[in-house]
């Protein structure tokens, strides 16, 4: 298969049989990402974005992408790093990225788990389970992180922070919670993130919304950035990788489901938000995030597993 544009050998096939070389692919990758912010309104002219950086390829993409988007407002941009404290796996992750940071002088922020409270995600894994505590890896993990990042963000006075969530991860996130029957968590999906608005929210948006894992991986690789396979040993517990074997699959025999799950969605997405959109929040005693509770989930979190904590 040549390109469509230029009949140089093709390097990617779009659902709609359209081939594409590398240098047109990239460029059809980066106009839809731009489509997605403008149409979206991700981010506004003048607006400090916090790029939420893993050190896997999606996220380093997008660092990448904005870095270059924002070329005339790098005061603007920055990324941030946390460190969960998951051994042979996101230390791994963070030297990458420290490395791309440094290279390309982007304004990296890092924080860990271990500093902010006490305990590294292995810890924790173990004190749960030890104790019988029942809190899986997973949950422990993001909400944890999710917090530190909106903590910081705010600190940092950014006021958008940008995740390199793409269409498969946005998929999978809709039918776990379709199958769940979790309809408010529903409604804080989309290319822009939440439904109450809270001077102590910042909100988070999804620039490559609208691109595939394949699309975001061969964009990855053609701009130089290491895909790496490493896995999180957590992974397994993770209800997340039935849903994304199960989409694949299903994918696979029937081109174009995940595409059909999302845009269908955005479809009642706005009477979701109209449903939940009046529930107000308070905030956490602890650390004065929003939360529906007294306690929002992360400081919860932590009151349970700091007893366990030997020394
Ligand atoms: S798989 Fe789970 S524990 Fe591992 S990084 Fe992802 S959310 Fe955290
Ligand atoms: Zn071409
Ligand atoms: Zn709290």
Known sequence: MVCEDCEKKAVYISLSGRGLCSKHFKKYFETKVIRTIKKHGLIEYGERVLVACSGGKDSTALLSLLWRLMRNKRENIAAIAIDEGISGY?????????????????PLHTYSFKEQYGFTLDEAVKISRENRLKIKPCYICGVLRRSLINTYARRLGFSKVATGHNLDDEAQTILMNYLRGNPS??????????????????????????CTEKEDTIYALLTGIEVDFVECPYHVENYRLEIRDFLNRLDSTVPGVKHGLVNNFLKMLPLLKREYSSRSLGHCRVCGNPAAREVCRACMIVEKIKPFLRG
Request: glycine share 10%; with cysteine; net charge positive.
């Open 90 to 106: 996101r230390d791994v992750k963070l030297k990458g990225l420290v490395e791309f940071c440094r290279e390309n002088n982007i």
């Open 185 to 210: 968590l529903l409604a804080r999906l989309g290319p822009k993130t939440g439904i109450v608005e809270d001077e102590g929210f910042v909100q988070r948006v999804k620039p490559f919304y609208f």
